[in-house]
């Protein structure tokens, strides 16, 4: 299994917080992902990275801001949590995009409510 | 954008039974994969195709690219409550190398009861 893994795994706040979630894996993959899985919408592409400061955003990306200043940490920042962002969020790696095969390895989601 | 979309969105069937889940799209892909989700995790790769007209075998999954790589399916035989998750689809762009992550269809949610 590929080494990843995601903090918090469950997280509650109040709308108008910052909440920062953390991807760490542990492959040395070059991509990283954010995605959030809702109801009716499947999973959605938020931010990704290609290397270390190197991002760019996905479909969903407002409210959403990201940093990588190291190749195994990839963190998801909501400067100030609405309660359409209640949702879970997934953090998947790749090192095989250039190639052409687009595999994904998933952590295992951290689950955010905002009230 | 790039869409896919698979069929049914339900699906509950009882043990034994075959059964087939679409993955359509009027975009071409440079690959596709298929996940199973289980309930609090994430998904998991189960198969990559590349070419079009592939197929490719896991144990009672058949795994099957159209010849245009617009459109997949996946294929269960004698399905066992093991089998029961979320399936979903996800294609690679196909220019640009697909740094920019995968597209998801919204899955399949499947129930196999004993």
């Known amino acids: 299994d590929a080494g990843i893994t995601q903090s918090p795994r469950h997280k509650v706040t109040e709308t108008g917080t910052p909440v920062t979630l953390r991807c760490h894996q542990t492959e040395n993959h070059r991509y990283m992902y954010w995605y959030r899985q809702d109801p009716g919408h499947g999973l959605r592409l938020i931010h990704y990275?290609?290397?270390?400061?190197?991002?760019d955003k996905g479909e969903v990306s407002d409210g959403y801001s990201v940093s990588r200043s190291k190749t195994e940490d990839f963190l998801l920042t909501l400067e100030s949590a609405t309660s359409s962002q209640t949702s879970v969020y997934f953090c998947?790696?790749?090192?095989?995009?250039?190639?052409?095969?687009?595999?994904?390895?998933f952590g295992e989601g951290s689950r955010l409510t905002v009230l | 954008t790039q869409l896919l979309e698979q069929s049914p969105q339900f699906l509950s069937i009882q043990e034994g039974e075959n059964l087939t889940v679409y993955c359509n799209s009027s975009s071409v892909f440079s690959s596709l994969q298929w996940y199973r989700q289980e309930p609090g995790e994430g998904p998991v790769l189960l198969v990559t195709v590349v070419t079009g007209g592939e197929v490719k075998k896991l144990k009672r999954l058949t795994f099957q690219f159209g010849d245009a790589r617009k459109d997949s399916s996946l294929h269960i035989t004698a399905a066992q409550p093991g089998d029961t998750g979320l399936y979903l689809c996800a294609g690679a762009g196909g220019t640009g190398g697909g740094a920019d992550g995968l597209t998801f269809g919204k899955g399949t949610h499947l129930i196999i009861q004993p």
């Open positions: 990275s290609y290397g270390v400061k190197d991002t």
């Open positions: 998947a790696i790749s090192g095989t995009l250039w190639e052409g095969t687009g595999e994904l390895f």
